[in-house]
């Protein structure tokens, strides 16, 4: 069954942690995405990838880095964690005609 | 850059009623996701038309991507389709960038 499966589903640092959001996906696709989702706003892109070893930038990169180490695997980087990356974060993949897939989200909280 | 402009960002409806949400796109978009988040936050997908027109239950949603827009419609509104519905659209061929529009919260009264 085609899945994207975000971990941790919660995750609380401190200001300065390093947090690292994982994503799999199981459906063969080539794209990746990595999305924030703040009250007021819709989600918004900070990173997605077309396939392994790839990375393209969102619209709000700033603080974080991606690494697509397989087909399968996005990571989400915050080296430096600062209160204003408190947010939902989501996972979605994709492929050639086919609607995204998302998952269920990560929610995060920098104090 | 590339925008998804989603109305109206809040509505309030009467069970049994109706109504529709839109979103208005500033480019040519190849495709359209919609989507109805719930109170856990999950992106519940409702519709994915690259395309015309997709009925199901209640809702159905257009397409049109030589006018850039599409809409959702919802009848006979129920309680539990309050919620706070998105459309996400995928940018270009050659470019799978999906954006979303900012979200209409919808929601129904008794």
């Known amino acids: 069954e085609a899945a994207v499966t975000q971990s941790p589903r919660n995750k609380v640092t401190v200001t300065g942690g390093n947090v690292t959001l994982s994503c799999r996906q199981t459906?063969?696709?080539?794209?990746m995405y990595w999305y924030r989702q703040d009250t007021g706003h819709g989600l918004r892109l900070i990173h997605y990838s077309y396939g392994a070893g790839n990375l393209q930038i969102g619209d709000v990169p700033d603080g974080y880095k991606a690494t697509r180490t397989t087909q399968e695997d996005f990571f989400l980087l915050l080296e430096l964690a600062s209160p204003s990356q408190t947010s939902l974060y989501f996972c979605?993949?994709?492929?050639?005609?086919?609607?995204?897939?998302f998952g269920e989200g990560t929610r995060l909280s920098v104090l | 850059g590339d925008q998804v402009e989603q109305s109206p960002s809040a509505l309030s409806l009467h069970e049994g009623t109706g109504s529709a949400l839109r979103c208005n796109f500033t480019t040519t978009m190849r495709a359209v996701q919609w989507f109805q988040q719930n109170s856990r936050g999950s992106l519940i997908n409702l519709f994915y038309l690259a395309s015309g027109t997709k009925e199901n239950g209640r809702l159905k949603s257009t397409f049109n991507s030589k006018e850039s827009y599409s809409t959702l419609h919802i009848r006979d509104a129920q309680l539990e389709d309050s919620g706070t519905y998105f459309c996400?659209?995928?940018?270009?061929?050659?470019?799978?960038?999906?954006?979303f529009g900012a979200g209409t919260k919808l929601t129904i009264k008794p």
């Open positions: 979605a993949s994709s492929g050639d005609s086919q609607a995204p897939l």
């Open positions: 996400a659209a995928e940018v270009n061929y050659g470019n799978e960038k999906i954006t």
């Open positions: 459906n063969s696709h080539n794209y």
